[in-house]
């Protein structure tokens, strides 16, 4: 009995990454000794830091602004979001010359809502607590004619995020490395759905494992029960990005099949990642963008003697938060 | 008439890349949107804080290291350095399992002092502004039988350096981009000899220029000058890797040779591209590593319309100066 075709498979995002080459960075593959020493294993890094708008974000949302059509481009596009995928929208608008407006919690980041501004985009605040984002970004769309682009359920979203993955299994070949593991920073799980899309159609037995803060563990959850969930928790966490309530519906199609579990890792750890990072990476990796770093220096993850891939997905974290997590 | 054959050419610098491939890391060459847009050129940025020990000094540290003949190696290695020299040279000898002591200035940033202890190296304080540091090395030297290891007047550290300039040639030629000018932090001049003569040897139209900081600027007169001059800052400068008095004696024969001038940025400006590179290149870069890329940013070098490449050369900033640098 052979399962159902996934929503999203290797010629989208082998589409995507045709889109995506005039403009997204060809991020590199790291290999930084200390990390591996310190790990017991062989660890590469995939870098979206060092993405167009400092996040991944930017592969998915050119890939979706790039297919709509040309006579819906003038209503232009909207999108809400805490921050990356705000940016990474703004910056594709600006370069295919589409207006963007972005539904933006008032409480996002201060850096993220200026370089949301800066690509040429309206910014709308919201109240995270009191007012639906999707219901301010659906009004909006209704009346200007725009195009709502989601933050992660959407198979072109998740085809251009799959280019991460697809440049991570160009540059394993290149150096003949099997991947055991690869560790991605989950919210909907857009991210990891395209890089699970392309890591698993080249390596099939690689185990492809989401990354949430503890307590925002409803990828871990779902994936455990097999049918998504919410997670329970109340607060907040240094990982803004990654808040997400429950997974996605079409991205947790494609996970419940690809991903072999979800790990998580304490706000305290991804702190001491974010230290490290800046300490021996010479990367600014956000809270968020450390929380699979997290993860593995926290020993949350056998990983010793294996060849494991941790991608850092953003560095978007303002100067403040930044001076304190690395003191 | 032909000129003398220079010190270091491109065969001692094939040699050291071959020594160094099983232990330096291959560090990419960046091509960052945001940084294009805004400098109005294509520019690209080797950034050796992806080094080991984060800076290109472990490169010359290990090639010379290297070269010492086995019969010597017992006696180990003494250094004098600030601290990216001394951690080069600390971890070259852990990897080489060779004792290193490390003679440094008791005002050197605190992360340089431990990074160098971590590598396993004894570390000997002196008073910058009362002893003579190359005397206390010396003594070190002559006592236990060490090789003492300077940190740019020396042919191995020079050829060890210029794989820096190689792998940009490299990286440039596979991207079929000519560098126009290329741009390389400068203390003692070992880092730029060897980028120039690697650089030179393959694009000799190539302008090779060296970047120090306002008032520390020995290099940029001793090239106006035609010979080495010192400079005649009294105080200080941020960029506390570049505070070397005159260029070397083996370096200048090259540099005279083969840069073209050299700039200068003040103290705000290089602040300022710290600041910079945290914010939009996600990398972190120290003073003295980002003095080129604030001459650039600060519009000291003709670059509209270049092919420019820049050379961040080091990483290691404490996390007090660098809170301070990107409030």
């Known amino acids: 009995m052979n399962a159902p075709p996934l929503p999203v498979g290797s010629a989208d995002i082998d589409a995507a990454a045709a889109v995506l080459a005039p403009f997204a960075v060809r991020t590199p593959l790291l290999s930084p000794p200390v990390l591996s020493e310190r790990v017991g294993a062989r660890v590469f890094l995939k870098p979206e830091v060092l993405q167009r708008t400092g996040s991944f974000k930017f592969r998915g949302a050119f890939n979706k602004l790039s297919s709509i059509p040309t006579s819906a481009r003038a209503g232009g596009v909207v999108a809400f979001s805490s921050g990356n995928h705000a940016q990474g929208v703004a910056a594709a608008a600006q370069i295919l010359n589409m207006p963007a407006t972005i539904v933006m919690p008032a409480d996002a980041p201060l850096s993220k809502r200026e370089r949301t501004k800066g690509y040429g985009a309206e910014v709308v605040l919201y109240d995270r607590d009191r007012e639906d984002r999707e219901a301010i970004a659906r009004g909006i769309a209704g009346k200007r004619g725009a195009t709502l682009v989601p933050p992660y359920d959407d198979p072109m979203v998740i085809a251009g995020q799959g280019t991460v993955g697809r440049e991570i299994v160009e540059d394993m070949i290149a150096l003949g490395v099997e991947p055991d593991i690869v560790i991605v920073p989950v919210s909907g799980g857009g991210l990891v759905a395209g890089v699970a899309t392309a890591v698993k159609a080249r390596f099939p037995k690689a185990m492809v494992m989401s990354a949430e803060p503890e307590g925002f563990d409803d990828h871990a959850r779902s994936l455990r029960a097999g049918k ?94 930044y001076a304190r997590l690395i003191a």
Do not use: W, Y
């Not at 803004?240 to 309530?245: C, F, I, K, V």
């Not at 600014?284 to 294996?306: D, M, T």
């Open 228 to 321: 998504r969930q919410s997670h329970e928790a109340k607060g907040r966490t240094i990982c803004d990005a990654l808040m997400a309530l429950t997974p996605g519906e079409i991205t947790f199609t494609i996970n419940s099949r690809l991903l072999t579990k979800g790990v998580t890792a304490a706000d305290a750890d991804v702190a001491a990642a974010v230290a490290f990072a800046f300490r021996e990476l010479k990367l600014v990796v956000e809270p968020g963008g450390a929380v699979g770093l997290a993860a593995l220096l926290a020993g949350q993850i056998e990983a010793r003697g294996r060849n494991v891939v941790v991608v850092l997905s953003g560095g978007n974290v303002d100067a403040d938060l």
